[in-house]
């Protein structure tokens, strides 16, 4: 299947600072990305979904000003969760969408965030 | 999107067949049934899709109601390492932006030995 990676793979950071993820497609371009978040214990929760060369759409309940995403090439998008808090902890999974495969999605291997 | 049913929770013995329900009676007839499994820590890994056909992979099988309103993956011979939650997810399949997989609770399969 096609390849899907996410960078960094845990990040540490401390409260009021920002954090970048990115998710690439690496084999593949993805004009669309999804973005989840997924607490302990619980099931994937789908934040927004990244169009390349406009805006994101978020889910309902998602501040787009607290996580600012950016679809800037067909194989690149970034999830930057601005002002981290401790309640931010999570893991954060991407996906990518491949046209050369019927649309089939993709998913990343995720980031573990931990805001101290 | 539809919603999917499906058991918190089932064990199965190494070896055997792991057979994993799922209830999706509000299905239209454009939304094809997915499956993903996610191993602790992961990201989900596709299992295989179907519209009402049954369909057969490397990796499962899928069994389709004639009613489309149920479903059930077969892992034919379960190992230790296909412990993991399995998601059951009906979504339309479409060519344009549409068709977002939305996550339900999932099974949580043990396999045991």
């Known amino acids: 299947g096609a390849v899907v990676s996410q960078h960094p793979s845990w990040v540490i950071c401390k409260s009021g600072t920002s954090v970048k993820i990115e998710c690439r497609s690496l084999?593949?371009?993805?004009?669309?990305m999804f973005w989840y978040r997924q607490f302990p214990k619980q099931s994937l929760m789908l934040m927004a979904t990244?169009?390349?060369?406009?805006?994101?759409?978020?889910e309902q309940g998602v501040e787009k000003d607290k996580f600012l995403i950016n679809h800037a090439s067909l194989t690149l998008s970034t999830l930057t969760v601005t002002s981290a808090h401790p309640e931010d902890s999570s893991f954060y999974i991407c996906?990518?969408?491949?046209?050369?495969?019927?649309?089939?999605?993709?998913f990343g291997p995720g980031t573990r965030l931990t805001v101290l | 999107d539809a919603k999917t049913t499906q058991p918190t929770s089932m064990d199965c013995a190494e070896g055997r067949a792991a057979n994993l329900p799922c209830n999706h009676s509000?299905?239209?007839?454009?939304?094809?049934v997915y499956w993903y499994r996610q191993i602790h820590s992961q990201g989900p890994q596709y299992i295989i899709h179907?519209?009402?056909n049954n369909e057969t992979n490397e990796m499962a099988s899928l069994i389709i109601t004639e009613d489309r309103k149920s479903s059930t993956l077969i892992l034919p011979h379960a190992t230790l390492r296909d412990t993991a939650v399995y998601y059951c997810?009906?979504?339309?399949?479409?060519?344009?932006?549409?068709?977002?997989?939305?996550f339900g609770q999932g099974t949580e399969l043990s396999v045991k030995p």
């Open positions: 084999d593949f371009q993805a004009t669309t």
């Open positions: 509000t299905i239209s007839g454009n939304e094809y």
């Open positions: 179907g519209l009402k």
């Open positions: 996906s990518a969408r491949d046209r050369t495969r019927s649309n089939e999605q993709f």
């Open positions: 990244s169009n390349e060369g406009s805006k994101a759409t978020y």
């Open positions: 997810i009906v979504r339309a399949r479409t060519n344009n932006q549409g068709g977002k997989l939305i």
